[in-house]
């Protein structure tokens, strides 16, 4: 059986920056407040005109991964895209990528688990990979999220968290025993759906009707989040997936040189870095950056580690996410 590795990584941020003042003078806000609960001191935003949208920035962190990976655009097997902010209802960004790159008739697919997006593409780029039926698969995370959400100060609870942007990786077939990907774990749990949701539009929730029936308060085509609760959860199932990687991997918490958490909230990767007990250097964080970019804030967060030479050969790597579904996952890598 083959294993997968991930030859290069990119990254692509708008270049618009929004602080937390910016949006305290849009909605009632406060730097204190967002980074004392979240960790987040900025984000970027898309500037209307700057040509940005989800598949435009996943292309460009894509076009920087395949040159460093040094694969040609010809010989990409699969595209997987992972979004909760589509630039279209159907068709998915996988196909819009294919088409922006000009890359041939291969299959592109959309994954849409939210912040546990991008380990759940990798997942499903590895199993491509392992059986031996692709060589070189294009995993992108990318997300608008500015374009959807509620800047006044109804939606601030969601709002000043949320940060757009884009990350790549190409995975590719080794012949080296382990090393690349090691294993994945994924799981779901539905019953929390709504807990951290965005109901419509949709064709359970269409435009027309939302605004008939929700004229002022309320409108559920701005996303929704029980914080508290998926705080909670998260902290759990965080810790659990982690284990159960580094169990599966016959490795102790003692062997993890580098571990990319999900960037949803500095608090929650500061819960677990605790709990672990892991120092500084083992745990990136950039959410006070980029704030919480979603299926992308994964693959932002390991190439720009990569990039400031954080992660080096023979290093065991860990990936954990947790999000909307609930679901969540992890990945556990030998760089
Ligand atoms: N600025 C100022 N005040 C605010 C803001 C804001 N942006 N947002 C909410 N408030 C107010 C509320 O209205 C409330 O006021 P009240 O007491 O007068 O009613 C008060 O602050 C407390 O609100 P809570 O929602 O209870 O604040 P909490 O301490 O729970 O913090 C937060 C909210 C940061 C979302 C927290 O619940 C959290 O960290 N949750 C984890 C969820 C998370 O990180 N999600 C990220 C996305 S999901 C994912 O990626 C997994």
Redesign the pocket.
Known sequence: MYTSRIAGMGKYVPENIVTNDD??KV????DA??QE??GIKERRHIKKGDGNTTAVMGVKAAEIALERAQVSKDDIDLIVFATLSPDYYFPGCGVQVQDLMGIHTCPALDVRN??SGFIYAISVADQFIKTGMYKNVLVIGSENHSGGLDFT?RG???????GDGAGAAVLTRSDTDGHGVLSTHLHSEGKHALE?SLKGPSTLHWVPEIIEENPQEDIPYYPY????????N?VVRFSEVIMEGLKTNNLQVEDIDMLIP????L??SQFIQKKFQLADDKVYNNIQRYG?T?AA?IPIALCEAWEEGKIKEGDTVVLA????GFTWGSAIMKW
């Not at 996410?321 to 909307?324: K, P, R």
């Open positions: 949006l305290s909605m009632d806000t406060n407040w967002i609960r979240t939210q912040c100060t601030r609870g969601v709002s000043v968290i949320f951290l989040m029980n914080g508290q609760f998926v705080f909670k998260a999900h960037q949803a909230n608090r929650i919480n979603t804030s996410a947790f999000g909307s």
